[in-house]
Structures are given as structure tokens and as C-alpha cells.
């Protein structure tokens, strides 16, 4: 018979060999940051920010370090809304956006922790809106395969919903109607499929999801400037407004939008304090423990921290790999560390960002009022960097810039709607466009005559609405204001006589954005 052996030691009983020599290996690196070295990168932290919010005209950003279980550094810097005198401080609070992400996997590990759920319990029992295309998938979807985007729900699907006006339970009904991939065996990310996960433990406990996170982990920890509500925030005399970029050569910002993640909460609809998240990140690098109590339960606060999804495979021979916790990226740096943590963005205004090396009870938070340009990325990686090398050994601010500009790229249209053919074809009678149209999908659209133009309605009630502009033939353009629009998009008829149908291409990604016009 074969046997296939992994061993986790190596002994020998060779009696010459060294009594020095370790019985074991090490299961993590040893330390190799001692105080000093992070006095000596904190020294650098106020240049890092000042710098890059000179470079990017950034309005506020608010930074925290912790090291062995002690802040060592909270700091605001700037204002919280362009042209008015009010300072951040360290109190505070910011839309956290998909940091959202790790603080909701500790609230998740309290319930399961108390044993009202496991982490490989389908969610369904709890949260019986959930439906996908695949019965399946649909039965024994887990905690696990949401919450560490395994699902087979294709990149944010349902976001879109969210940003024409539906509701949670409007946007999990329509879940069904999406391509999925293979179960368990493609990740991509999904706010819906991590927020249909959270709901799903709250409803466990007979609490909502603000209630649950509240007694679960805010309150035990002191986050007195944290809440999972929306209006919490909006209200809070000392928030951090929302920036978008309005000239990114002059470097001008403005508070002209607010980013309502409400509808998908424990996925991005968190907002916090770098006090308080310094607080959060204390308990995540002591198993748990903060000031004497047990507020998570170490062995599910250590799953959370675990890759249970294969996320960014390596594209080149000894490149690392990356992979997805529940709620956390789980890499290694580049000294064979673990390194845990998450990004967040709101294209509408907010720009988060925490690391932690656990073996070292290294972690660092930073939270921007900036829509995403790797204010808070840059800052975190110059950070890390220097505590780890004594020095900086990458120019991370353009480096990360690029990557942001690259993704923003990636969802723009390739069509340059501004410049369209010398020799387009032009549009029909504008009776042959104006009409309702309906999507199984998206709900209601409507086109309309407004004097001599064509607008365009769409959204759960028509409320947003939108000039179409000619580009060739019967395609036309808009350029749609949303947390997930990127740019100029499409809107292009197909029919003889009146149209009998409209995609638009924004909301084309996965198949779904074709309207057919509706019955007279």
C-alpha cells in the first residue's frame, strides 16, 4: 500500500546532530520589526501624508498605527468639505466604503462564535430571499462561499441596481437572473453576495444588521464614532464629507454627491473613526482580546483571516499568488510575511485603507474624503515599506495611481461618443425612439421628447434622467451619474419603424441591459 506523508517537522535520531537545532519549524517568520523601527517610519508618517495631499490636492485624511497592542500614532490632517474651516481629527468619521468589509467578518465570527450559525451553514435558511440561476447553488451557498466571494456571482453584480434606486430585497430578487460561473471554483467580488451573507447572520439573532454590529462589536470595543446606519452619519456633526475630482490638473476637488451604501451594509455601509478603527485593529492582532475581554472568539476571528478563495493567481514564474479570507485579502509580502487587510473606494467620495502583519502586531488604517486615487493605498504601502526596509524602495505614489487610473479605464466605453464618424448616419424621426421600455432586470426606462431633444429615464421610478446625444445611425449617448457609472455610455435602438428595443451599454456587462419596448 502507498502512503503519502506531509510532514509538518522533521526530527532525526542522529545522535550527532546539534541539541541547537529546532525541533520544529517555526510556524510564522520570526519578528523582524522591533520598536524602534516603527518610531523611525511613524517619524516619516507626516511628510507621507502632507506630500501626497499636496500632490492630489486630497482634502482630509486621518491616519492610526498600532504596534504590539498600543496606538502609537492617530492623526488628522486637512478639512472634512472643501471651503469650509471645519478640521479632521482623529474622532472623525469617514465612510469606511469596503473596509466595511473586515469590520463585518468580526461581527459575522460573534455569531458564529455563540454557535447561532456556522461558517458552512447554507444562508439560505436564514436569509430566504436569496435565490440564484443555479438551484444548487442557491440551496447550499455558504457563509463562507458569500463572504469570500466564491459564489459564482459574477464581478458586483447588483451594484447597478443599487445605484437606480432599488432596495435590498429588490436587488436579491433579481440575483437569479444572472449568468453565474462555477460554484466554488471562480472568485469575484460581490458586495450583494457578502451583504446577502451578513443579513443573513443578523437575521440569526433575531437583530438587524446595525443592531447586531453595535452589540457585537462597537460597543465591546469603545467605537463610540461608528455606526452601520446611514442617517447615524449623515447627521453626525463631525463627519468627512464626500469629494469627487473636478479638475484633476488643478487638482480641485468638490462635495457635490454622497455615496448611500445603506441598501448593502455590512458590505460597504460602515462608517468610523481612526480612533475607533484603531481600536478594531488592536483586537484583530490580539486573537480577539480587547481590555481584558474576549470579544471574538479566537479560533473564528483566525478563519476570518484564513484564504478560503484563490483571487489573483501570478502571471510570472515566482510571483506570489493572492488569495480572499472572509472580508479580508490574505497575502504574503515580501518578506514571507502573512499580510491581512483590505481597500475601500466610493467613486462618489471615499478612499479607505487598513494592513496588518500579524506576526509582527503591526497594523495601519487610513481613511481619506477623496474618491479613489490611491490616497490611502499610497499611504499604507509607504508605510509598510519603510518599517520593513529602513527605507523607501518603491516610488509608490505614481505606482499606485497608475493602477487606479487602469481600473477606472477598464470600465469607460472604447467608444469616444465626443468624436463621432464624419460620415454617420443620421438618427431616425425621434417618434421612432420615444417610448417605455422595460427590462426584466433593470425595471422601467422611458424615452421622451423635451423640446427639440430626446431624454432618457431610468431607474426604479424614472428618477434619473438623462439628454441623449446622437452619435451614429440610432445610437445615441449619456453620461450616467452613479456610484458605478464610468463615463459617456450607450444607448442604442434596434428595430424598423418605432424601436422595438433599447440596450444601454453600461448595463450591458453581463447580458441584462437590453430593453424591449413595452405594450402600447
Avoid at 436587488?171 to 460561473?181: D, E
Avoid at 499568488?321 to 467620495?349: E, K, P
Avoid at 442604442?492 to 433599447?502: D, I, Q, R
Wanted: hydrophobic share 40%; aromatic share 10%; proline share 7%.
Amino acid at each position: 500500500m502507498a502512503v503519502a506523508l506531509t510532514l509538518s517537522a522533521c526530527s532525526s535520531s542522529d545522535e550527532s546532530s546539534s541539541t541547537s537545532l529546532a525541533e520544529v519549524p517555526p510556524s510564522v517568520p520570526a519578528p523582524q520589526i522591533d520598536r524602534a523601527g516603527v518610531d523611525s517610519a511613524i517619524d516619516q508618517l507626516d511628510g507621507y501624508v502632507e506630500k501626497i495631499m499636496t500632490d492630489t490636492g486630497a482634502p482630509g485624511v486621518a491616519v492610526a498605527v498600532v504596534y504590539e497592542g498600543e496606538v502609537l500614532y492617530a492623526r488628522g490632517f486637512g478639512v472634512k468639505k472643501v471651503g469650509e474651516p471645519g478640521k479632521v481629527d482623529t474622532s472623525t468619521m469617514f465612510q469606511l466604503a469596503s473596509v466595511s468589509k473586515p469590520l463585518a467578518s468580526s461581527v459575522v465570527a460573534t455569531v458564529v462564535g455563540d454557535g447561532k450559525i456556522k461558517w458552512d451553514d447554507p444562508v439560505k435558511t436564514f436569509e430566504p430571499g436569496f435565490a440564484v440561476s443555479d438551484p444548487y447553488v442557491t440551496a447550499n451557498a455558504t457563509y463562507t462561499d458569500l463572504m469570500s466571494h466564491r459564489s459564482g456571482l459574477p464581478d458586483h453584480a447588483g451594484d447597478l441596481l443599487e445605484d437606480l434606486g432599488y432596495s435590498y430585497p429588490e436587488t436579491i430578487s433579481r440575483l437569479n437572473q444572472v449568468p453565474l460561473y462555477r460554484f466554488r471554483d471562480h472568485y469575484d467580488y460581490t458586495n450583494y453576495g457578502f451583504s446577502i451573507a451578513g443579513n443573513a447572520a443578523a437575521n440569526a439573532t433575531g437583530m438587524s444588521w446595525a443592531d447586531l454590529s453595535e452589540q457585537a462589536i462597537y460597543e465591546p470595543l469603545g467605537m463610540e464614532n461608528t455606526t452601520s446606519r446611514y442617517d447615524e452619519w449623515l447627521n453626525s456633526p463631525n463627519r468627512a464629507f464626500n469629494h469627487q475630482l473636478t479638475d484633476a490638473d488643478a487638482k480641485t476637488w468638490a462635495a457635490e454627491y454622497v455615496s448611500n451604501p445603506a441598501e448593502q451594509a455590512p458590505a460597504g455601509g460602515a462608517m468610523s473613526s481612526v480612533d475607533d478603527m484603531a481600536k478594531w485593529v488592536q483586537m484583530e492582532l490580539a486573537d480577539g482580546m480587547f481590555d481584558g475581554q474576549q470579544v471574538v472568539d479566537a479560533e473564528e476571528l483566525q478563519f476570518t483571516h484564513q484564504a478560503h478563495s484563490f483571487s489573483h493567481p501570478s502571471t510570472t514564474p515566482g510571483a506570489r499568488d493572492s488569495f480572499y479570507g472572509i472580508g479580508f485579502n490574505v497575502d504574503t509580502d515580501a518578506h514571507g510575511r502573512v499580510q491581512i487587510g483590505h481597500a475601500g473606494a466610493f467613486a462618489l467620495g471615499a478612499s479607505t485603507d487598513v494592513k496588518m502583519l500579524p506576526s509582527e502586531q503591526l497594523g495601519i488604517v487610513v481613511l481619506a474624503n477623496t474618491a479613489p486615487v490611491g490616497v490611502a493605498e499610497t499611504l499604507t504601502a509607504e508605510f509598510l515599506d519603510y518599517v520593513s526596509n529602513g527605507k523607501l524602495t518603491v516610488d509608490w505614489a505614481p505606482f499606485i495611481a497608475g493602477q487606479f487610473e487602469m481600473v477606472i479605464n477598464a470600465g469607460r466605453s472604447e467608444v469616444d461618443y465626443a468624436n463621432p464618424p464624419a460620415d454617420a448616419p443620421p438618427a431616425r424621426p425621434t417618434s421612432d425612439y420615444i417610448g417605455k421600455y422595460t427590462s426584466p432586470f433593470y425595471g422601467p426606462a422611458e424615452v421622451v421628447a423635451e423640446g427639440n431633444n430626446l431624454v432618457i429615464k431610468i431607474g426604479r421610478d424614472l428618477q434619473q434622467s438623462y439628454p441623449l446625444t446622437h452619435y451614429q445611425g440610432d445610437t445615441f449617448w449619456f453620461a450616467p451619474i452613479g456610484e458605478n457609472s464610468a463615463g459617456p455610455t450607450g444607448a442604442e435602438f434596434t428595430g424598423a419603424g418605432p424601436a422595438s428595443s433599447l440596450t444601454i451599454e453600461y448595463l450591458d456587462k453581463d447580458g441584462l441591459g437590453i430593453f424591449t419596448r413595452a405594450p402600447q
